[in-house]
């Protein structure tokens, strides 16, 4: 069983474009114990054996090489390929892609502080447009260059993209000074600086609205993803995120929206101005007025929008 899991493990690596150290660091084991673990020198644990199956993507029978029966083959066959089905129906609507290379690393990173950066993000874009950012995947990508990265709407089209000197740090409007520094322009607004690695006198400094001299790489990431996703929201927006956003409003306000939606404002209707509104830079998060206004006014006509802009942002 031992040189039968050494195989599989191998091949399931390899398959999936991973070095030893990159899927070491997604376990959080050293590279040591992924090269025993392919020699055949030694096996994980339980829970490791467990984290493996999730990041190769398989079960841990077939890591271990457990025959099945002909009938249970046929079953598990059928289950993967409802599941591939399912994934081919189902995409995430939005996704970071990731060089095979540095990048990767400022991901795991990210990862090992649960994805903060981009939880605080949403977050700020719930208080200020009062919108909901559907869950963002992350993933490295064969075929893009090391420090390059893609945002993409549905697994498939490209809406941003950029280039990442990680780790170092980029400073907006300076001029190469020491050896080391990079020249170029950040990839969200284009502003002309240089690449350079960060002292550490400057780490902890100050917030960006209070005059921060640079930004790391995952934070150019996350203020070029907030501008995608405003940018882009009508397409991202479905009508599941409706419902929960609805689903809100009648906690709060139930009068609002009993007997109205979807009775007399329906949430394809409502759907439709959210993006309109939010595409327009007019924040949503007044949705108990904008369901009322709805019911009150039962044309869509642009004067019609153009009034309630008016009055959300008055």
């Not at 502080?113 to 559907?134: C, D, F, N, T």
Request: one cysteine or more.
């Amino acid at each position: 069983m031992d040189n039968e899991f050494a195989e599989r493990f191998a091949m399931l690596r390899q398959g999936r474009g991973l070095t030893q150290q990159r899927l070491a660091d997604k376990l959080g084991v050293t590279a040591q114990a992924v090269s025993k673990y392919e020699t055949g020198q030694s096996l994980p644990d339980v829970q490791t054996l467990k984290s493996i199956a999730a990041v190769l993507g398989c079960t841990t029978d077939y890591l271990l090489g457990y025959e099945l029966a002909e009938e249970e083959r046929m079953d598990m066959r059928e289950r993967e390929r409802d599941g591939e089905i399912g994934r081919a129906l189902h995409r995430e609507s939005l996704t970071i892609c990731v060089g095979m290379g540095a990048l990767v690393d400022m991901l795991i990173e990210e990862g090992k502080k649960q994805y903060e950066s981009i939880h605080r993000m949403r977050v700020q874009l719930a208080r200020q447009y009062g919108i909901l950012v559907p869950v963002i995947r992350l993933m490295d990508q064969v075929g893009l260059g090391d420090k390059q990265y893609e945002i993409r709407l549905f697994g498939e089209t490209v809406v941003g993209s950029g280039r990442l000197e990680y780790p170092m740090c980029f400073y907006p409007e300076e001029t190469i000074l020491k050896e080391g520094d990079i020249s170029d322009r950040e990839p969200v607004y284009r502003i002309s600086g240089v690449w350079r690695k960060m002292e550490e006198a400057e780490e902890g400094a100050a917030d960006i609205s209070d005059g921060k001299k640079y930004f790391s790489c995952m934070e150019i990431l996350v203020r070029h993803l907030e501008r995608i996703i405003l940018e882009n929201y009508g397409r991202i927006i479905n009508r599941q995120i409706i419902a929960q956003m609805v689903e809100h409003v009648h906690r709060r306000y139930p009068a609002v929206t009993e007997g109205v939606v979807p009775e007399r404002v329906s949430l394809a209707r409502i759907q439709k101005t959210v993006a309109a509104l939010v595409t327009g830079k007019v924040p949503v998060n007044r949705l108990d007025y904008i369901i009322s206004f709805l019911e009150e006014h039962t044309s869509d006509t642009p004067e019609v929008l153009e009034e309630l802009k008016a009055e959300l942002m008055g």
